[in-house]
């Protein structure tokens, strides 16, 4: 059962551009919704999160895009550079005291072009 | 500041062995999640450690098992290995359940 789905599955920008990646997810108790990069080899490093009760996040030129009541959130890339290549998962999870599981989508790997 | 270690970073098993990977958090961090990532896939959360016990797991049989220790630091054993369980076997620290930071992970190859 796949709580999170994500797409594209992959992305070509060309340098300067805008990336735009989307995720869609099902279960209303979620409340924290993070955005990972990672690098081939590499674990996942964590760029952005949101929580539910703000519609927008922004952090240098990357922007979290989120919609509630369609149970939607997106990430933005602005001015997307070559080092921006990698693949991109959204996760989201309910925190409930201590920590709390995530469920990733499904990634999107992105190439940003000279 | 040492953000998540994990070893070994690569291992090649056979069919049928029993393997333990280890997880050292981020200093100050103490919950310890696991998950494993199949090739070209999002990671699947496996289980999470919190004051050394077992607090929330995910669909994976019993041949998948883990500990932490006093000081935080974790181990995942899976028994009875399969080919399916070849992956990238990856650990998280966390500490107020947000800003989970993620390891190099541990790249599980079995034969």
């Known amino acids: 059962q796949q709580q999170v789905k994500q797409s594209p599955q992959s992305l070509i920008v060309q340098k300067g551009g805008i990336s735009i990646i989307n995720c869609a997810y099902e279960n209303t108790a979620f409340d924290y919704f993070p955005w990972y990069q990672q690098f081939p080899g590499k674990g996942p490093a964590l760029l952005i999160a949101?929580?539910?009760?703000?519609s927008e996040k922004k952090e240098g030129r990357f922007t979290i895009s989120f919609n509630k009541s369609a149970k939607q959130f997106s990430l933005h890339i602005m001015d997307s550079q070559p080092g921006d290549s990698a693949t991109y998962f959204c996760a989201a999870s309910k925190i409930s005291g201590t920590a709390s599981k995530l469920t990733f989508g499904t990634g999107t790997r992105l190439q940003v072009t000279l | 500041d040492a953000g998540v270690t994990q070893s070994p970073t690569h291992l090649i098993k056979t069919r049928g062995q029993q393997v333990t990977l280890r997880c050292s958090p981020k200093s100050g961090h103490d919950t310890v999640s696991w998950y494993q990532q199949a090739l070209g896939q999002g990671p699947q959360f496996i289980f999470q450690?919190?004051?050394?016990?077992?607090?929330q797991r995910g669909n994976f049989p019993d041949r998948f098992s883990g500990h932490q220790f006093p000081n935080y630091s974790s181990e995942l054993n899976v028994n009875a290995l399969l080919l399916g369980d070849s992956a990238l076997y990856l650990c998280?620290?966390?500490?107020?359940?947000?800003?989970?930071?993620f390891g190099q992970g541990t790249r599980l190859t079995v034969v």
């Open positions: 949101i929580r539910p009760d703000v």
């Open positions: 450690y919190y004051e050394e016990e077992e607090r």
């Open positions: 998280a620290s966390s500490w107020t359940g947000l800003m989970a930071f």
